[in-house]
Structure formats: C-alpha cells, structure tokens
C-alpha cells in the first residue's frame, strides 16, 4: 500500500466522483481508477459500490476512511514539525481567548513578527474549553488561558501573571462615577457576558453565586465586538478583563472587590514536541511577562 494510493482514495471518498476527483488530482480518470482497483486488490476488499451511477462507500471503505484520517493528520503535523525543525517552514498556530487578543496583539503578536520575519503566525481564537481541545488535537503549538482551574490532565500551563476582573459601564450609567463596586452592587444591573465556554465568565458567574444573586444577564455572546457595542450604546456593563477593550471617552473601567483576579498564562500539550519556533515564541512571551 502506497502513500499516493490513500491519498487517491481519500479524495475520492470526499469527492466520491471519479472525473471530480481525478481532476483534483491532476490525474487521468483511466490512472484513478487503475490505482483504486490495486488498492482493492491489495486488500483483499471492495472500497467502493456503485448504486444508480452514484459511487458509494462500503463498510469496509468506511471503516478504512475512518482508521486513515488520524493518520495522515498525524503525517501532516510531523512534517510540518520536521519542516520547522529544519527551520524552512516557520508556521506557529496560536490560540487566544477573544477577550484577551486586543492587548495580546499590541504587546506580543505585532512585536514578534515585526522582529521575526521569517515567522508566520496563524490566530484562533475561541474560548478556553475549546482552545484546549484544538490543543490536544495538536491543531495548535500553543495557547494563551485565563485561569488553569478547569484545564486537561494532558495540558502543561504555565502562569504568567494575575489580572483583574473589572466593570466596563457606560458613562451615563450612575455606578460610572464610583471608585469601586461590589458584586452586590451589580445584582439589578443589565450585563452582557461571553458564554459559558470561557473562563472569566465561570469566574464571575461564582462570584455572584457566593453572594446568593442571581445576575440580570440579558444576553450571552462569543463576540467582543458585540460586548463592546452593548456598552458603547449603554444597553447593558460587562465584567471584563481591564485591557481586553480599547479606551474609550464614554466608557469606565471600575474596580470590583470581593471578586477573585484570573491568571494568564500559555499552555501547551505535554507529551508533543516543541519546535524551535514555538521554543522561540515562549521565549519571547516571557520576557514580555512583565508588560501583560
């Protein structure tokens, strides 16, 4: 069985048109079907049915299809590994948690790549639950978190230093003019929150639990743009991570007491190999530590 065998049937499985995936493979048709047929043959069993001039997988073809995914998913990650190693291929995918990308992206992403040219930096952002499944399904070389609480078994998290959890609120609103709150103080307040997905949002969830109220969320977003508009239109305050928003004229940034402050920090799956890109990437992180 030869590499561009699976790969043939791996096209024609997503394609399941010969002609279609033929000229995807910028093969002949005649070709196609000749290495398909050995592949069959080789295996001892029928990849493909045709039913009502439809192609079709078998159970076996299904199951083959199924084992190979992780497979060449697994060929892919190393050679771009050994690519990088080799120092010719420099890609680093970086997850980051939407409600910390703005300062991240000042203070980090723009220096490293102005200062590492031969660096290509590919951004994800999502939550932390499903940033740290794109990191065990080493989709990602690595990723910034708030909060190490809630992480896998399989994660190594490395804190870099605490933040505070703050109110955002329009101007306009009353509460805009206090030194501090209390999470008391918000329990009739309208609130935009990220969802559940994300740390900060279980964090500021149980702060209002301990105190036995039960919050007026009005609504629940992934996007901080959404977050941001809300406040800017004074529709509702957000209890954010100083920082994760520009400054601006119409909005305060209020201290809240008796809430916990959330940890940022990188994480990275333990038993993979870190590249010399990635290796360069913490470096740079942490002597940049001080600034976030």
């Known amino acids: ?22 000229k995807e493979l910028h093969i002949s048709q005649p070709s196609l079907t000749v290495a398909l ?25 299904e199951y083959f299809r199924n084992r190979l995914n992780p497979i060449i ?6 050679e771009r590994e050994m690519l990088s190693i080799g120092s010719h291929y420099n890609v680093l995918k970086v997850g980051i948690p939407p409600m910390i990308g703005s300062f991240l992206f ?7 790549v102005t200062k590492n040219a031969d660096i290509r930096l590919e951004i994800v952002e999502h939550g932390a639950l499903k940033l740290q499944e794109l990191l065990l399904e080493e989709k990602l070389d690595l990723t910034f978190l708030l909060g190490e609480s ?25 509460l805009a003019n206090s030194d501090f709150v209390k999470i008391t103080d918000l329990k009739e307040l309208p609130l935009i929150t990220f969802n559940s997905e994300f740390y ?41 991570i100083e920082g994760c928003i520009p400054q601006a004229d119409d909005i305060s940034i209020i201290p809240i007491q008796n809430i ?10 333990k038993d993979r190999y870190t590249t010399k890109i990635t290796r360069q990437m913490i470096q740079f992180i942490e002597s940049k530590s001080k600034t976030l």
């Open 106 to 112: 000042s203070l980090i992403f723009t220096d490293i």
């Open 150 to 174: 809630q992480l896998n078994s399989e994660i190594e998290f490395t804190p870099i230093r605490k933040r505070d959890i703050k109110l955002h609120i329009n101007k306009k609103h009353p």
């Open 37 to 61: 047929k050995s592949l069959e043959q080789e295996l001892g069993v029928t990849l493909f049915l045709r039913e009502k001039n439809k192609l079709c997988l078998t159970n076996e073809g």
């Open 1 to 22: 069985m030869k590499l561009n065998q699976i790969n043939y049937f791996l096209k024609v499985c997503n394609t399941l048109n010969i002609t279609q995936a033929a």
């Open 200 to 240: 900060v949002s279980n964090v500021t969830q149980n702060a209002f639990r301990k105190e036995g109220i039960n919050p007026n969320i009005i609504l629940e977003t992934s996007q901080i743009n959404t977050i941001t508009r809300f406040i800017h239109e004074n529709l509702a305050a957000s209890l954010l």
């Open 73 to 78: 998913q697994e060929l892919d990650d190393l």
């Open 260 to 269: 916990d402050p959330v940890t940022l920090g990188y994480a990275k799956k």
